[in-house]
C-alpha cells in the first residue's frame, strides 16, 4: 500500500541510486540493435561552478529529450563533461593559496603552480556534476569528459597545428579586452557592462601655425546655426583623459561644413606636443558634442579601426596594470622634441596609476587654459567579470584565428536550412554575428589550461609543433645548430649575447582560450581525432540546447570548428531557451538579493516540482518569471497524483496483464482510453517540437483534470456498486490509465514516476522492470462517440458550476435545473448520466422544457440551453451590488495602469520588466472584469 504522502527526500536519492546501478543512463542502454541514435552534449559547466537556476532550466530540457528518446527505443548519448574555466580556476587556487599563507604562483613557478590546480580540481572540482544528479540528469557518466583530459587535449593541439598550418591561426598586434587586475585578455563574454556616474571632459587642442576657422555659438529654433566665432581651436570630448596621452589625429565628418576648411591640417597636441593631423571620416557625427573626434587608436576598438583606415600611429600609453608608461615608450616618444616643462610633467605621470593620472591631466588643462567644460555623464563603463575592475582596450601581440572565413560554411549551413534554429528568429543574431566577425583573439595570459604550442627562436624563428622534441627538431633543422629549450628570460639574454654556440628557443608562455577547447566539444568528445565507434555513431549530434548568451562564444565557433574538420553540421537542430528571472520579471543578480537557488526549492519542494515548474514555463522566446509559489504549485499537483494512484489502489485498481482498453465496454472507460491517446498524441508532437510548455500543459490537464477530477469521480459508483464486470473493467482501466499516465509524464517528474511504477508493481506484473526503460506509449483507443457523450457531461457540469461560482450560490444549495430546446441525443444523455449530474453539479432536479422559464441564469451547452432558476436562491439585488462594485474597482485599476503605459516618458524610462508587469495587470484585471461583466449579464436576464 502506498504511504500517505510523498517523501521526495528520501525517495529521489533512493530512485537515482537505482537507476546508476541498473546502467540506465549509458549509451544505448535499451535500446535495440539498429535502433536509431540520438545524442546530446552538455554545455560544460565550469569545474568552480553550482547550480544555478540557468542550469536547471538548460539541464531540465535535455534530460526531458533524452528520457523521452530512451523511451521511444533510440540508442541515447547525453554526453556529460566540464570546462576547465581558465580564469576562474586558476582564480580560485590562487585565492586558496592566499588563504593558507602559502607562497603565491609566481612563487612556485609554473609546473608546481598547475599540479596544486589539477590537484583542487581532483578534490573540489566539479560538484556540480552532484548537483544535477539532485535535479535528476540521466548523462552517462560514464562517458564523463574535461576540456583538459588527456584526449580533449590532443584534439587541441591538432586543431591548433592544422589551423596554423592553414594560415588559420596568425600572430597579429590588435586590440583586446584587457583586464588590468588579472593581467590578461579577456573574451567580450567576460566583460560586464556596469552604468557609472561620470564626467565628460571637453579639451581644446590648439590648430597648428595659427589655423582658425568660424565654429557655430548660436542656433534658431530650427537648429541652423545663427552666430559664429572665430577658433584657432578645436574642442573634443573624452572619459578618459589618460588616454590623450596616444592621441593620433581628430576625427570630423567629411560631410560636416564647419570643419572643411581644416581637412588636412593638424593640431597640436596639448603636454605632448605632437602634431596630429585632422581627418575627414565618417565615425564622427557632427551632430554629436563638437562634431569632432580624438582618435586615440592604441585605446579604443573604434579609434583602432579609425586608425587603420588612416594609417595612424598606435601609440600605448598605459602598462599591462593600466599605469602610465611614457619614459621609456619608443612609441610615445618618436617623432617628440619635449621641453623641459612637457618632460616634466611626463615624470609626474610616469607610473601614475591610470586614475590619479586622469585626475592630474584634467588639472594640467584647466591650468592651461584648454579645459573648455565638464559635463556629468551617466555611462556604461566595460569592468572585468572577475577582476572586478575596468577594462582597458590594450594593443598586444596575440593569437588569433581567421574567424571570417571559418565562418562562411557556417553561415551556408544555417541559411540552407542544414542546421535550425528554434525558436527560428534567433538565425538573425546569428547572421549578425557570423557576417560582421572579427579575429577571434585565442591566446590567454594564463597558466592554467593549453599552453599554446608554439617556441621562439632568435631571428623570429616560431616553431609550431605537438610536443617540445618536435620543436626543437624543427629549430634544429631551420638553425643548423644544437637548440635547447629554456625559460624567456634566459633564451632572450642568450640572444642578445649572440654566443654562436647552442641555440636556445623558449615556449609560448600563454594558453588559449577556454572556448578553443569548448568549440570541439560536439566531437572531440566522442574521441576525434580518433575514429572511434562513438564518433561514427553518435556523431552528428541530434539537438543542442543552450542559452541565447553563447551564440557567438560557443554555438557559432562549434559550428565553424566542425564545419572545418568534420565537414558537417555538428547538430541538427539548436534550441535556445529562454532567461530564468525572478517573479517581478528582473534579471538574477547577487546585488539585488533575488538570486532564487535550485537547490534550496529541491530541498523545499523534491526536484520533480521544480523540473514540471521551469518545462511548464519554458514557452518558446518568452523569459521564465519564476515564482517560489509556482514550485509550490507543482508540488501539489505532484501530491494530485500520489493520492489519484492511492486512490486507484484502495479500489483494486492493479496491472492486469495483457489488458487492452480496446476491448473495454463501459462508456466510461471508452472515455479515457480515447482521452489517454489524445494526452499521448499531444504531449509526443509538443516534446517534438521543442514546445516543453505545451507538453507539459497537455500532460498536467489531463492528469489533474480530465483523469483525477474526472474519470476517477465518475468511477466512484462503480467502485462501489453491484455490477462486478463493470467494476473489473474499470479497475483494469484505470490502472492501465494511470501506467500510460507515469510514462507520459515521466521525462517531466522522473522521480516520483519512477517510485509509483515500482509501487504498483506490488503484483508481481512487470516486476524488476524501470520505468525510464520502459516504451513510450502510443494511441491504441479512438472512440469518439464514448469521448463525445463524456465531454458533453463534464461541459455540462462544468458550466452549472461556474455559473453557480459567478453567481455566489452557497456551496450547500442545490437548484433546479430546467433544459429547454434539447434533441433526442441530449434528452437520452440527461437520461443516462443524471445521477451523475445530480452529484456533481448539486443539482436538485433535472427538467426538460420548450422553452427557458424567466428569472433563470442561461447557459448554452450543444444545441439546448440549460437554465437555473436563482430568484429565491440568491439576493439578485445584493449580488448585482457586489458585482457592481468589483466592476467599479477595476476598472478604476485598467483606468489607473493605462494612463501610466500611456505615459512615453513611463515606458521610456522604467526597466523593461517594469512596464511588462504593468501590461500583464491590465490583462489579469481586464480578463476579471471580464467575467463580472458575464455575471452582471446573467443577473441581468434573470430580471
Partial sequence: MLDKTYDAASVEPRIYETWEQAGAFKAGAGAKEGAPAYSIVIPPPNVTGSLHMGHALNNTLQDILARFERMRGKDVLWQPGMDHAGIATQMVVERQLMERQEPGRRDIGREAFVEKVWSWKDESGGLIFNQLKRLGASCDWSRERFTMDEGLSTAVLKVFIQLYREDLIYKDKRLVNWDPALLTAISDLEVEQRELNGHLWHFRYPLEGGASYEAPIEWDDEGKPTAFETRDYIVVATTRPETMLGDTAVAVNPEDDKYKDLFGKHVVLPLVGRRIPIVADDYADPEAGSGAVKITPAHDFNDFEVGKRHELPMISVLDREANLTLKENPEFLEGLTPDEAQLGFWEQLEGQDRFAARKRIVEFFEEAGLLDRIEDHKHMVPHGDRGGVPIEPLLTDQWYVDAKTLAKPAIASVREGRTKFVPANWDKTYYEWMENIQPWCVSRQLWWGHQIPAWYGPDGGLFVEENEDAAVAAARAHYGKDIEVADIETALASWEGNSGGKVLIYRDEDVLDTWFSSALWPFSTMGWPEETPELKKYFPTSVLITGFDIIFF???????????????????????????????????????????????????????????TLAAMAAQGRDIKLATGRVAGYRNFATKLWNAARFAEMNGCVRVEGFDPASANHMLNRWIATETGRCIADVTSAIESYRFNDAAGAAYRFIWNTFCDWYLELAKPIFNGDDEAAKTETRATAAWALDEILKVLHPFMPFLTEELWERLGDNGVKAGTLLMQTAWPEATVADDAAAGEINWLVTLISEIRSVRAEMNVPAGAKVAVVVAGANELTRRRLKTHEAAILRLARAETI?????????????????????????????????????????????????????????????????????????????????????????????????
Fill in 554 to 612: 560557443w554555438v557559432a565557433r562549434m559550428m565553424m570548428m566542425s564545419m572545418h574538420f568534420m565537414k558537417e553540421e555538428p547538430f541538427a537542430d539548436i534550441y535556445i531557451h529562454a532567461l530564468v528571472r525572478d517573479e517581478k520579471g528582473q534579471k538574477m543578480s547577487k546585488s539585488k538579493g533575488n538570486v532564487i537557488d535550485p537547490l534550496a526549492l529541491i530541498e523545499e519542494f523534491g526536484a520533480d516540482p521544480l523540473r514540471f
Fill in 847 to 943: 427538467e426538460l422544457a420548450d422553452a427557458a422559464p424567466s428569472g433563470a441564469a442561461q447557459i448554452i451547452v450543444g444545441e439546448a440551453t440549460v437554465c437555473l432558476p436563482l430568484a429565491g436562491v440568491i439576493d439578485l439585488s445584493a449580488e448585482k451590488a457586489r458585482l457592481q462594485k468589483e466592476a467599479g474597482k477595476l476598472e478604476d485599476e485598467i483606468t489607473k495602469i493605462e494612463k501610466k503605459l500611456s505615459n512615453p516618458k513611463f515606458v521610456e524610462k522604467a526597466p523593461d520588466e517594469v512596464v511588462e508587469g504593468e501590461r500583464e495587470k491590465v490583462a489579469v484585471a481586464s480578463e476579471k472584469l471580464e467575467k463580472v461583466g458575464t455575471a452582471l449579464k446573467r443577473l441581468a436576464e434573470i430580471g
